[in-house]
């Protein structure tokens, strides 16, 4: 019987003649909602799962998976252990969009100093006098605190090192760098003139930057989270904001995606916003959706995936 992958049109783009070439077959839908996927195709055997959550009750009613390859480094969308319960692998494609979310977190860093969204906002409002007042801060000379040195803070700190920052690191597991310095937690909060938080959202993590890393902060200090909203306790940040404890915040993503339009997020103007896709380019998604169709392509082999979160017995 011919094997199915589930995949989204974006997938589609780069790997969707790959799929037919190796005589299986690609199941395309927009989205990946659950009620979706038991509409349409609740018997792939496998899925390039992207960011929407994938309840534990979808597996009793997929009885041909087998790998559920994500997408991304992340994978708190799915719980791998019960994942493994049912016969199910789930793998994940660290570092393929590391450089694209470092250029981001760079990005935001220089939007921010610049003031460049509100002024260009405001010119498109027509009133050019705006811009004429403010004051930009340089990058340069600045001191950067980057949580978590996996691919995305070491591509981070790289960068923020090449623009003349100076960079501090905080790692659960304390690791060699050329970079930049380690530093303790606490430290980092205190010292640094921006925080770009690249932690995984696990136990330990989640809700780990709260009203104490806001009140270490200086007043002048932003926040970066292009890693994963639960990372930060949303109201102690919103407070912060609001009171301009720290100076303001880049965002990519939230507790709740999409954010939902009465969150006060919307509504403070020290903060900038993207819909989580700071991961997004062409080079990042061709070498994860390659990346994720080799790690089905291991486990239809009856192989283990290449870079597996969990362990099928």
């Not at 660290?94 to 260009?120: C, Q, R, W």
């Not at 003139?193 to 959202?201: C, I």
């Amino acid at each position: 019987m011919t094997k199915k992958i589930l995949i989204t049109p974006a997938i589609e783009r780069f790997v969707g003649q790959e799929i037919k070439d190796h005589g299986i077959e690609p199941v395309v839908l927009d989205n990946q909602d659950a009620q979706l996927i038991l509409n349409h195709a609740s018997d792939v055997d496998g899925i390039i799962l992207m960011a929407e959550p994938f309840p534990d009750s979808m597996f009793a009613q997929m009885p041909n998976l087998k790998v559920l390859a994500r997408q991304g480094v992340g994978y708190d969308n799915v719980d791998a252990n019960v994942a493994a319960e049912n016969g199910v692998w789930v793998s994940n494609t660290p570092g393929g969009n590391a450089v694209e979310v470092a250029e981001n977190a760079i990005a935001y860093m220089l939007i921010l100093s610049k003031h460049l969204f509100t002024i260009s906002t405001k010119m498109r409002e027509g009133d050019s006098t705006y811009g004429e007042k403010q004051m930009a801060t340089q990058i340069s000379g600045k001191t950067l605190g980057i949580v978590g040195y996996g691919h995305i803070g070491q591509q981070v700190a790289k960068m923020a090192a090449g623009f003349g920052m100076n960079v501090l690191i905080y790692n659960r597991t304390p690791r060699e760098t050329k970079y930049g310095k380690m530093v303790s937690w606490d430290e980092l909060f205190k010292e640094s003139d921006f925080v770009s938080l690249h932690l995984p959202a696990v136990k330990g993590t989640i809700g780990s930057v709260a009203k104490r890393e806001f009140d270490m902060m200086k007043d002048s200090a932003y926040l970066v989270n292009l890693g994963r909203g639960p990372l930060t306790n949303e109201a102690d940040m919103v407070d912060a904001l609001k009171n301009h404890h720290i100076a303001g915040a880049a965002l990519d993503v939230f507790d709740k995606e999409p954010l939902p339009m009465d969150s006060p997020i919307r509504k403070l103007d020290n903060v900038f916003i993207t819909p989580h896709c700071s991961g997004n380019s062409v080079e990042a998604w061709n070498e994860m959706a390659h990346a994720a169709l080799n790690n089905i392509l291991n486990v239809f082999d009856g192989k283990k995936p290449n870079t597996p979160v969990n362990e099928v017995k």
